[in-house]
Nanobody, 123 residues
């Protein structure tokens, strides 16, 4: 089992940057593909980015390509999401999730979830 704890959210102005972190418990972090999702009020949870177990492959939602960068440090059991050029529409709770398989974009494929971290972008 994996426990995930996100951090790094906050209130920023449009155009600013944030770096989200997700720390995982356990010694099998490198066995999981990791994903970031977000959920805005009144909307469904949506895929943001995912990274393979080895970090060799990454995949992004079209809406964040070129602005978001996912990375991981398997030695520290942590996955990161660098968010640049923030827009008000990026406002949401951001969740990290772990999947034993390959990179996928559907939340149902992820077995483990963190509690989320709030990102609020002011215009």
């Amino acid at each position: 089992q994996v426990q995930l704890v996100e951090s790094g959210g906050g209130l920023v102005q449009a155009g600013g940057s944030l770096r989200l972190s997700c720390a995982a418990s356990g010694r099998t972090f490198s066995s999981y593909a990791m994903g970031w999702f977000r959920q805005a009020p009144g909307k469904e949870r949506e895929f943001v980015a995912a990274i393979s177990k080895s970090a060799l492959d990454a995949y992004y939602a079209d809406s964040v390509k070129g602005r978001f960068t996912i990375s991981r440090d398997n030695a520290k059991s942590t996955v990161f999401l660098q968010i640049d050029s923030l827009k008000p529409e990026d406002t949401a709770v951001y969740y990290c999730a772990a999947n034993r398989g390959s990179i996928v974009t559907t939340p149902q494929a992820y077995a483990y979830w963190g509690q989320g971290t709030q990102v609020t972008v002011s215009s």
